[in-house]
């Protein structure tokens, strides 16, 4: 049984043979739903998460992204078969958190709930990574010595709708100044007349 924020959840038999990506689909599998209230989204999106048991533990299976939000239908449906095929078909499948972190927003990350998000892909990417601590399939940095999953930096300047995306570090970072482009990014630098 796992317990998830005070609520318990049976998670069935432990005992599965080893990891095979051509099993058929159980008829039945636990579940658990998140609710995530996005920057980049007028509606909250809920996104389940389907897991089986495999090898004395629990690995992810599936996942699901619904909201009222029907701009971006399109994109949830993709992204959740991409992200299922993987789950399924890819004995590690935590590289997944890697590159949904990776993607940047074409209109510039924003601050939501004390952080910084690139793209919606982003914060869909710390709800699976709270899937996956949820269920044990990782451990927390507290938990072990050697972490696997960072979290994105925080960079240390406020986004201003102003500015354009730096070439260099893809952060809405860039201004003019004296005729230059310039990223205000400490961790960036770049400038166009430097070159």
Known sequence: MIRLRGQ??????????????????????PSVTYKVKSGFCSNSIFITYSYIPHEGGYRPYEMF???KNLTQHETFVILSRFVSAIFRKQANVEFVLEELTGIMSANGGMYHKGNYYNSIFEEIADCTRQFFYDIDYLKKADDCKNENIEASP???????????????CQQRSLKVENGCDSCINAKCGYSKCDK
Not at 155 to 168: A, G, Q, S, T, V
């Open 154 to 168: 925080i960079p240390n300047f406020m986004p201003d709708d102003n500015l354009k995306i730096c070439p260099e």
């Open 8 to 29: 318990e959840i049976i998670k069935g038999p432990r005992e599965v043979p080893k990891w095979n990506p051509d099993m058929e689909r159980p008829e039945i599998l």
């Open 65 to 67: 992204i619904h909201s």
